[in-house]
């Protein structure tokens, strides 16, 4: 028998911060961050001393000069003449493009790679395991790299010039050259804004129906067909509509003038190295996620399905996969993450990012690298925080509700 | 107590950093080498050869600042800078000097707090095409695919010669020499632009240069010299009069060859004496041996050998001296006297 008994308090005397432990680890840690403080200070004193002896000064005023180069891919008018703040944004969404479509790729490529290396299929279970370790291991720098003098070697435009062309065009619209790959772009005549609403009111209709047909399942027990359905209405009115209207849409095809080709859409090939390279590189990765966690639903949910009767496609999208997700979606959010940084190393290929612009072309024109660098730092910071913010979101509304 | 001498050591580093700038020639003979700034590699200016020394045009000019310093032309560091990073380590204090076919600009001499002492060529931007193409001036390029070096005046220039003429272009941005000539043999650029003797000494490595065109437009004035750091007079004197030693020397008619001959016996012109230091105190005046001068001409050559060693007509590279033509000959090269 114990009894619980306060110790007598003493009054506190400041040999306790040493030896006493209630007091010793914030001793260490004010010890600490003076030290961290300190460091810093003196940093950023030899800086500021050093500039002011080189006569050198921080100043953000370069931002509102004209920038004076140009630059390949532009999402929003720039010119030349535009300043250098203008030039950042056009790398920040430049930036912003490879990272999504990265992140799209990378998911859709990882979430099939992970989910068929658990085949039984022996062969393509070894295939994928062999993407996996093939991409997961060689340095992403060097998968920019080759897959850009992979888009290197196709014909240059050249090749497809004059009578004795020794390419032609893939379907008689798409071309692929050295320099990217040329799509026709939609033009829109008179009428055509009705096929895309049109379009986009059969994109929720689809969303509408499987909703009332996973309620109806949910209270009748009924099953209704959904995919042929969906499929039905995604194409019959939008077509339907298009024709109605006298085919207003037409396709602008690209066409071999001068040096270049031009018209239609163009994919530029560093954007195409870049976005390659980094979804599949980061693809692996998160196949490896996938993997484990479809692995780590305990084997009896899978067989408690297989009793209930589910197929095997059910059994992996209704019962394994939701919860899986709640494995899989933290360490996601440290691949996206991943793929954002990691398009910095666009310069590689010439892709213009945020590090190319601003980071590189316009820190050199200018010579303000620590302002440069400063904001670069702040705009990867921002970035970073506002995917990690959204996928958190999304990470709790598919954890596990506890009630 | 150890806080204090961490702290102090990180003070005194920090000062020592910031007094560097002020003696680069006592920094230079403490370390025994020079370091230099040249570029990564482009044949004729600066690239090491079959035995991994560098050689060429601008690599000269190091060696001769570090034969006049400290008496051997070989006691060099050549640190290969990219048009990126050349500013930063010549800033920083990484290298002593930068000779890579830079630029003297308004802004890299006042804004970015530079010191450009001379100009060892005279050079503009030209373009460089495939013949193929059978483009005949640089105004017929509207639309073409451009590979340029990031980083450069080239890539200034390259939008304003567009836009004055209101032709469009596309930029491939490149890091070095070697990854553009890559593309443009590839055919991922139709043209490859930037100072015209980069352009010869780029083409006199491709397995057929006579199937490239150069055309006629130089689009801007490129004087290329090297430099050093704002706030060091006396090492950016020191770089400037070696380079000036270099030109007087070819106008004088002194060459690797006789001069230690002329050091030795003297001569009847006073200002080849005063020039190799047999006469006079130009030596002390510069805070060197009287025989500085003659050390770095007789490691490189004058200027005219430098020219013809490396670029000149003689070489694969195959450049007419024109504007760097000595200035009795013609050209803009021009030392002021050794007096």
Known sequence: ?403 | MKKTVFLGALTIAGLAAGAAAAATLDDVKARGKLNCGVTTGLVGFAAPNANGEWEGFDVAVCRAVAAATLGDPTAVEFVPTTGKTRFTALASGEIDMLARNTTWTFSRDNDLKFEFVGVNYYDGQGFMVPKELGVSSAKELDGATVCIQTGTTTELNLADFFRSNNISYEPVPIETNAEAQQQYLAGACDVYTTDASGLAATRATFEDPSAHALLPEIISKEPLGPLVRHGDNEWGDIVRWTLNAMITAEELGVTSANVADMAANGTDNPEINRLLGTEGTLGEMIGLEADWAKNAIMAVGNYGEVFEGNIGESTPIGLARGLNAQWTEGGLMYSPPFR
């Open chain 1, 1 to 403: 028998m114990t009894t619980m008994t306060d110790p007598p308090r003493q009054s506190f005397r400041l040999s306790m911060l040493l030896n006493d432990t209630r007091y010793r680890s914030y001793t260490f840690q004010f010890i600490a961050l003076v030290v961290l403080a300190g460091i810093v200070a003196v940093l950023a004193n030899n800086l500021v001393v050093n500039l002011a002896a080189a006569g050198l000064n921080i100043s953000y005023e370069f931002l509102a000069n004209p920038a004076g180069y140009d630059i390949n891919q532009t999402l929003i008018p720039y010119t030349s003449q535009s300043s250098n703040l203008q030039a950042a944004w056009v790398g920040i969404l430049n930036t912003l493009l490879v990272a999504f479509l990265g992140c799209l790729f990378a998911t859709i490529l990882g979430v099939i790679a992970g989910v068929l290396r658990l085949s039984k299929n022996w062969l393509v279970a070894k295939l994928m395991s062999l993407y996996v370790e093939a991409f997961r291991n060689v340095p992403v720098l060097i998968w920019i790299l080759i897959i850009n003098t992979i888009v290197v070697t196709m014909p240059s435009p050249r090749a497809y010039r004059g009578d004795a062309a020794t390419h032609e065009m893939l379907f008689g619209v798409i071309a692929y050259t050295n320099r990217g790959v040329y799509i026709p772009a939609p033009t829109f005549g008179p009428g055509s804004m009705i096929v895309v609403a049109t379009f986009i009111a059969s994109i929720i209709g689809i969303f509408a129906y499987r909703r009332y047909a996973k309620n109806l399942l949910f209270n009748t027990g009924k099953l209704l067909p959904t995919l042929w359905p969906s499929i039905a209405l995604f194409f019959v009115p939008t077509l339907l509509m298009y024709f109605i209207m006298g085919m207003p849409i037409g396709a602008d095809i690209p066409a071999l003038t001068g040096f270049n080709f031009q018209g239609g859409i163009q994919i530029q090939r560093p954007l195409i190295a870049l976005w390659l390279a980094l979804s599949i590189y980061t693809g692996a990765f998160i196949a490896e996620n996938v993997r484990a966690g479809i692995l780590a639903i305990n084997k009896g949910q899978t067989e408690a399905a297989a009793s209930l009767g589910l197929r095997p496609g059910r059994i992996m999208n209704l019962v394994v996969l939701p919860q899986a997700l709640r494995v899989i979606i933290p360490p996601l959010i440290s691949n996206y993450l991943n793929i954002t940084k990691n398009s910095s190393l666009a310069i590689a290929v010439g892709y213009a990012d945020i590090t190319a612009t601003l980071g590189g072309i316009t820190l050199n024109q200018t010579g303000r690298a620590i302002e440069c660098v400063l904001l670069l730092m702040l705009f990867y910071l921002i970035i970073s925080l506002l995917i990690s913010f959204f996928m958190n979101i999304y990470n709790r509304s598919v954890s596990l509700k506890e009630r």
